[in-house]
């Protein structure tokens, strides 16, 4: 009897140790892990992958509530991470940065300024938030403005990521489009 106790209490232990782990292992998997557009055009050399960039303001009310909303969901976390290199974007940093053999820089106006990559990337249509796709030879497959839901970001990440965008219009890919990772209580 003293053993079948020693070993209930001990298994009991185990996994009051384990839980916490596991608990922050699931945390992290379920949080998208934004890398800066220097690690994402780093790693992206070695392997190939698309990217996804997240384009932002830190005075923009509805990038915090597509934050908050739309990339805080794990099933779209999960996703965004799996298929491509999530990369935040300020539209307003003044850090010069390399794209295409370029170097892009901030540029100063009367009220703020903006980065010239941003306005690069988003066609000179600065419009937050943004998001943008490239293929996996960074190259731009398009700019996507506005705040998305979660459901309307899972049709749009789902068309880039499986490649849908060389072969279906948009049009006849919602109309199809079953979801798949986002459920409508969101």
């Known amino acids: 009897m003293r053993r079948i106790c020693v070993g209930l209490l001990f298994g009991l232990y185990c996994s009051l140790a384990i839980q916490p782990a596991m608990a922050q292992e699931t945390t992290q998997q379920e949080k998208i892990n ?14 190939k992958k698309k990217i996804l960039l997240d384009v932002y303001t830190e005075w923009c009310t509805w990038c915090k509530r597509m934050d908050e909303k739309t990339f805080q969901q794990p099933e779209i976390a999960r996703y965004i991470n799996t298929n ?6 300020d539209a307003e940093q003044k850090q010069n ?12 106006t009367s009220n703020k300024g903006y980065h010239e990559l941003a306005a690069e ?9 943004s998001v943008v796709f490239l293929d996996e030879d960074m190259n731009i497959i398009q700019a996507i403005p506005g705040f998305k839901s ?20 948009w049009s006849a890919f919602i109309k199809s489009y079953k979801p798949i990772l986002v459920s409508e209580k969101h």
């Open 34 to 47: 934004w890398l800066t557009w220097e690690q994402a055009t780093e790693v992206a050399k070695k392997s």
């Open 97 to 108: 940065l390399e794209y295409k053999d370029r170097v892009y820089k901030y540029i100063k």
């Open 150 to 169: 979660p459901e309307e970001f899972e049709q749009i990440v789902t068309y880039f990521a499986k490649d849908h965008y060389k072969t279906t219009p």
């Open 121 to 129: 990337l988003l066609k000179g249509r600065l419009s937050f938030p």
């Open 84 to 89: 491509f290199y999530p990369v935040k974007f």
